[in-house]
């Protein structure tokens, strides 16, 4: 069982639509992490929310921690094929480490 | 600041061979965690050292161990080789373990 539930699980979308992925859990962080990760090559940090209802923006991505600081949304407007990637969610509770099963995204030029 | 390195990048290995991967921390980060991905498992984790010792262990079998030193490099060692054991393994490395964590590039085992 997951700590923390990715969806979707796949997305293959057109080039400059928006999207929205969804990270949830029962458990409550003290703050939550987003990573893309390409083939072959390691997760990089896109950002750190810690405040319930925080919300972060990173040129079209915007990160969002939910209120309960149990879930977070990444929303990435007007997609483009460099946005193609794994994405995975992560958080830290009681001295252990969680990641996300993964989005993977495919945006077609 | 220089990022997580792990060593090497590509191996291949028979079955049956023993293999030991290593990861340099970021300057000050305490905490070095390993992770086994495939395509049909996504990212799972083995285990997690901090201040040279096992902190946490995943579900892997005792082939799969490692080790951390005092100046928070670690090794990853796996015994007795099988196909299944081809991946890409990441080592990411922590200021503490449960805040953020830097992921290296990975090493990318080929078991044939």
């Known amino acids: 069982t997951q700590l923390l539930e990715q969806s979707p699980q796949f997305l293959s979308i057109q080039e400059g639509e928006n999207l929205t992925v969804y990270c949830n859990s029962s458990s409550v962080f003290s703050s939550l992490q987003w990573y893309r990760q390409e083939p072959g090559e390691g997760p990089v940090l896109l950002v750190t929310v810690v405040t319930g209802g925080e919300v972060k923006k990173l040129k079209r991505l915007t990160f969002q921690f939910g209120d309960a600081r149990k879930d977070s949304s990444l929303h990435i407007t007007a997609a483009q094929p460099g946005d193609t990637g794994l994405y995975l969610c992560a958080g830290g509770n009681f001295n252990k480490f969680y990641f996300g099963s993964g989005t993977k995204l495919n945006v077609k030029p | 600041k220089a990022g997580v390195t792990q060593t090497p990048r590509y191996l291949i290995k028979t079955r049956g061979q023993q293999v030991t991967l290593s990861c340099s921390p970021i300057s000050g980060h305490r905490s070095v965690s390993w992770y086994q991905q495939t395509p049909g498992q996504g990212l799972q984790f083995l285990f997690e050292?901090?201040?040279?010792?096992?902190?946490n262990k995943g579900n892997f079998p005792g082939r799969f161990s490692g080790r951390q030193f005092s100046n928070s490099r670690s090794e990853m060692n796996v015994s007795t080789l099988e196909l299944g054991d081809s991946a890409l393994y990441l080592c990411a490395s922590s200021l503490m373990g449960v805040t953020e964590a830097f992921f290296g590039q990975g090493t990318r085992l080929t078991v044939v």
């Open positions: 050292y901090f201040s040279e010792t096992q902190r």
